[in-house]
């Protein structure tokens, strides 16, 4: 699996942006999708996830400014981000589910290289 990160850039604080990630090496509808991000000198954080159902889950920081979408005939996933502040500043991951048909904030096994998201005040 391989996965491919963009829409990363240098945003001010309030602006939105959309990031896109596309999947190869297999087809993905039948697995949980998600956005990860890690700040310098920081763990890597879960962000946003979306199951094969459709089913969003998000984490409190974000929840109410991000939203997750896939196109499984694309195989990708996005993250449009509203109103960012400069906390969100990080590199973005997206990420491929474990096994199909399951999901948990943990449950992610395969992930792509980061797009970079700087967000000054």
């Known amino acids: 699996v391989q996965l491919q990160a963009s829409g990363g850039g240098l945003v001010q604080a309030g602006d939105s942006l959309t990031l896109s990630c596309v999947a190869s090496?297999?087809?993905?509808?039948?697995?949980?999708m998600g956005w990860f991000r890690q700040a310098p000198g920081e763990e890597r954080e879960f962000v946003a996830g979306?199951?094969?159902?459709?089913?969003?889950d998000y984490a409190d920081s974000v929840r109410g400014r991000f939203t997750i979408s896939r196109d499984n005939a694309k195989n990708s996933v996005y993250l449009q981000m509203n109103n960012l502040k400069p906390e969100d500043t990080a590199s973005y991951y997206c990420?491929?589910?474990?096994?199909?048909?399951?999901?948990?904030?943990?449950?992610?096994?395969?992930w792509g290289q980061g797009t970079l998201v700087t967000v000054s005040s």
């Open positions: 979306m199951t094969w159902t459709g089913t969003r």
């Open positions: 090496g297999g087809t993905f509808r039948n697995y949980a």
């Open positions: 990420a491929v589910g474990r096994q199909e048909y399951y999901y948990t904030r943990d449950a992610f096994g395969s």
